[in-house]
T-cell receptor, first 113, second 116 residues
Framework: GQNIDQPTEMTATEGAIVQINCTYQ??????LFWYQQHAGEAPTFLSY??LDGLEEKGRFSSFLSRSKGYSYLLLKELQMKDSASYLC??????????????WGLGTSLAVNP | GAVVSQHPSWVICKSGTSVKIECRSL??????MFWYRQFPKQSLMLMAT?????????EQGVEKDKFLINHASLTLSTLTVTSAHPEDSSFYIC????????????FGPGTRLTVL
């Protein structure tokens, strides 16, 4: 089957670094996505990984290990505006529709001053 | 680039009426769009995959006769909630699939539906 796990909640301090982990189980892995969703708003795309390694984009980085079924999103120099839910999603080519994503439940990050 | 709009952003209607929500990809063509529903403090729930020029594919448990989807052009998909009831009150979000490279879904801003 398909399964995505990520922590429900995390807290961090402004200016610090936080790592949000995501583990997944799929039969036909074909890419992993991270999205940010502020309360009451739609998700916005943050990053995409399909090969092993680290993808860096400004203060945000995303890492993937396909052999371990593991990814993390790293947020540096945290700002108050980074308080949001972070969604991990995986594309599975065996899901019947190779364009839809399988979504984790999201990690709610609270950044404190 | 990759901008998706959704209209209306919020709507309040009486029980039993129908509500149409539009999703448009503004600067790219999308043969595939997705419709999601999200209840407060819960994760996204995929309702259906909207395919241009063909019938939508609904997820298990989603009533296709209640949630009508039409994807008549490469930039527009519509979701009509028919005979809405208070339990249909939710945040409805569409996404458009941008093919090529990362093959990413880009989301519209969402529509908050309240059924009285």
């Amino acid at each position: 089957g398909q399964n995505i796990d990520q922590p429900t909640e995390m807290t961090a301090t402004e200016g610090a670094i936080v790592q949000i982990n995501c583990t997944y189980q799929t039969s036909g892995f074909n890419g992993l996505f991270w999205y940010q969703q502020h309360a009451g708003e739609a998700p916005t795309f943050l990053s995409y990984n399909v090969l092993d390694g680290l993808e860096e984009k400004g203060r945000f980085s995303s890492f993937l290990s396909r052999s371990k079924g593991y990814s993390y999103l790293l947020l540096k120099e945290l700002q108050m505006k980074d308080s949001a839910s972070y969604l991990c999603a995986v594309r599975d080519r065996n899901a019947g529709n190779n364009r839809k994503l399988i979504w984790g439940l999201g990690t709610s990050l609270a950044v404190n001053p | 680039g990759a901008v998706v709009s959704q209209h209306p952003s919020w709507v309040i209607c009486k029980s039993g009426t129908s509500v149409k929500i539009e999703c448009r990809s503004l600067d790219f063509q999308a043969t595939t769009m997705f419709w999601y529903r999200q209840f407060p403090k819960q994760s996204l729930m995929l309702m259906a995959t909207s395919n241009e020029g063909s019938k939508a594919t609904y997820e298990q448990g989603v009533e296709k006769d209640k949630f009508l989807i039409n994807h008549a052009s490469l930039t527009l998909s519509t979701l009509t909630v028919t005979s809405a009831h208070p339990e249909d009150s939710s945040f409805y979000i569409c996404s458009a699939f941008l093919a090529g490279g990362q093959d990413t879904q880009y989301f519209g801003p969402g529509t908050r539906l309240t059924v009285l």
